[in-house]
């Protein structure tokens, strides 16, 4: 068998799951014997969630990029690690072998060290879905830099915040990004960040659109010039750093429910363990399957399922630059047939996206490789469910709805392909290693099936974040306070009659917008930067096809005002201080909010608004100003 530790029946995955929890310690040294190491571990875990403090695999040395590379050499020397479907297609694919992404990996290590880069910088990387985003996160984890990669739809404010918030040195980018018909600028952006990062000292740029860009003295280099130095003096390969266990191994932002975002911190070897056992199991790899992966690498999802889930297991994974709906919405199955794709991993508000074009894009496309299909980042509606199931599947291929975090490296509650069973809109059950909870109001934990409440774990494995970068308090208080020694999701869970796990949705100030996670406070603050808007209140309501939608109460400042002149200029200032994604779908102006007499808007009027649910608000008698619940709900849109 390929993966010795490959889940292979539904007994099977009962008995590991049970080993896990009686015995961790020796089930995750089991497995990780399975991979290269410099040195072994002294110990397998300590752990406390109070500070918190988990380190696996303690005083282990290793380096990633060697389980993901070097360890298939020579023996997948020439099968493709990376295919790469450009966002045109009239554009020719291109595939990199393992001795290809090594070559390559281990030149673009060299240029960083050339530009000053050591182990233990901070790098960020703004790039598109080109093989060189993927090529830049393996070399900065070959010389042990951290890499801390940004979507590149972030403004240059938000990018600005990530580079001072984790002090970067380098940042790695591209002329541009090509999306569908239009042609996205990226370094443009980087300059307008930069002028507030002084820590930033070289700035390397892809050539990928072609677009001029201005090149600042003794700053910029091209990508290119930089590669054919190091190749002209003849290297032939970079020795890997190698790293702590418990060493950085790269910085991901995310949203939560106050604050700017945050820096969720993986370190090397719990997260390689991780990602590569849940890739191996949940999916149920076998070596020669194309693995495509939908995500951007911007997403802990492609962090996780194109880079190093896939290529620790020695896989071939499929990067897509563009989008699902261009040049029409039968891309994606155009993919499919041409690299005769055997697992499609993508999100639910894609489903539903191409689900609106019915199905004649895709009832002439050839998707009979397809055998396994998964879905990630938010719940999947059961019309969705079926559609994938009947239309893409052919009733033939398992769906694992896997639930997950960027907090947890990888996938924590799924169904397993073929081995456990599935149910339409069910994660399912726990992977081995995860001991979930759900919690009530009062903090005790609720037994016993058929069950509902908030979503924890009671026990860390080896995916699990460490901190958030530059601020442990902010990880303690925000997943490790709530309930005493717990880690809280932020999620409300179903556990079914037969102990199948639902998750419902987020239960704190976070909207899951076609799979992105958007804090509400954050968005308010972005608003409130406009000089008119005087205060705002941010809601979700569910959508057909993002799952959910923004739905934004503004009281702005001025008499007279041009509504819809004035809604665009707040898209706009939204747009520049976070980015498109996080552009309110709606926005209604109002004269005041609801609010409690300590000055509390009382959101959950606001989200039964917002829903159109406006008959059963409540209790309005205690607010400040009960009139203006009548005037919001006489102007909701
Ligand atoms: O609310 C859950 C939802 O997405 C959140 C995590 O978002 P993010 O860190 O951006 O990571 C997304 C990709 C892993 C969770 O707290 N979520 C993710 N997967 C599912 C889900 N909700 C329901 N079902 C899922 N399969």
């Known amino acids: 068998m390929a993966y010795p530790y490959q889940i292979t029946s539904l007994e099977n995955y009962h008995y590991q799951h049970q080993k896990s929890i009686q015995n961790p310690e020796a089930f995750w040294s089991e497995i990780a014997e399975h991979f290269v190491w410099h040195q072994k571990w002294s110990k397998v875990l300590n752990w406390n969630f109070s500070e918190p403090k988990v380190e696996w695999f303690k005083d282990a040395k290793l380096n990633i990029t060697e389980n993901c590379i070097d360890r298939w050499l020579p023996s997948k020397a020439n099968d493709p690690a990376i295919i790469w479907e450009p966002n045109d297609p009239s554009e020719t694919s291109r595939t990199l072998t393992y001795q290809e992404l090594h070559n390559q990996v281990c030149c673009f290590a060299q240029v960083l060290v050339n530009n000053g880069a050591q ?310 059950l726990p992977l081995p290693g995860i001991q979930p909870v759900l919690i009530d109001e009062k903090g005790n934990e609720i037994e016993g099936n058929g069950v509902s409440g908030n979503l924890c774990m009671k026990f860390p494995w080896p995916g699990m974040l460490r901190t958030t970068y530059g601020d442990h308090e902010r990880c303690r208080t925000t997943y490790f306070s709530t309930y005493e020694n717990l880690y809280f999701t932020g999620d409300g869970c179903i556990r079914d009659e037969e102990g199948n796990y639902r998750i419902t949705g987020r239960v704190d100030d976070v909207l899951n917008v076609s799979g992105h996670r958007i804090g509400t406070a954050e968005l308010e603050n972005a608003i409130n930067m406009h000089s008119g808007v005087v205060e705002s209140a941010i809601v979700g309501y569910p959508h057909d096809i993002k799952g959910q939608g923004i739905y934004a109460f503004v009281i702005f400042n001025g008499i007279h005002i041009d509504e819809e002149h004035t809604k665009k200029d707040i898209n706009q200032t939204v747009s520049k201080i976070i980015g498109a994604i996080a552009k309110p779908d709606k926005i209604q102006f109002v004269s005041g909010l609801p609010k409690t007499r300590s000055g509390k808007i009382m959101r959950r009027i606001l989200r039964k608004i917002a829903e159109g649910d406006t008959e059963n608000l409540g209790d309005t008698t205690t607010l400040l100003d009960p009139a203006i619940v009548e005037e919001i709900k006489k102007n909701r849109i």
């Open 119 to 428: 182990k233990g910088d901070r790098i960020c990387i703004y790039m598109p879905m080109v093989p060189e985003l993927t090529i830049a996160v393996l070399a900065c984890a070959r010389i042990g830099a951290i890499h801390s990669v940004v979507f590149g739809g972030f403004s240059a404010q938000s990018v600005s915040d990530r580079i001072q918030d984790a002090q970067c040195n380098i940042v790695v980018t591209a002329d541009g990004a090509f999306r569908g018909n239009k042609t996205i600028p990226l370094k443009p952006v980087i300059d307008e960040a930069l002028i507030n990062c002084p820590s930033v000292k070289k700035v390397i740029v892809l050539t990928r659109t072609g677009q001029p860009v201005s090149m600042i003295e003794g700053r910029d280099c091209f990508w290119e010039n930089e590669m054919k130095k190091v190749e002209e003096s003849g290297l032939s390969s970079f020795p890997a750093v190698s790293m702590d266990a418990e060493d950085m191994l790269f910085i991901l932002y995310t949203s939560g429910s106050t604050g700017k975002p945050k820096g969720v911190v993986h370190t090397c070897a719990g997260y390689m363990v991780w990602a590569n056992y849940t890739f191996v199991n949940v999916f149920q790899y076998q070596p020669g399957q194309v693995h495509f992966c939908t995500a951007d690498i911007g997403w802990i999802t492609g962090h996780s399922y194109i880079v190093y889930g896939p290529l620790s297991a020695g896989a071939t994974t499929l990067m897509f630059e563009g989008i699902p709906t261009w040049p029409d919405a039968g891309r994606f199955w155009d993919i499919v047939e041409k690299h005769a794709v055997n697992i499609l991993y993508t999100a639910p508000t894609a489903i539903r996206s191409l689900m609106s074009f019915g199905t004649d894009p895709i009832n002439n496309k050839d998707l009979s490789s397809l055998q396994v299909l998964g879905t990630v980042g938010e719940p999947i509606n059961e019309e969705a469910w079926h559609w994938y199931d009947d239309h893409v599947g052919k009733n033939n291929c398992p769906i694992v709805d896997t639930w997950w975090q960027t907090e947890t490296g990888g996938i924590m509650i799924s169904n397993l392909a073929g081995v456990t069973k599935s149910k339409p809109c069910f994660a399912t």
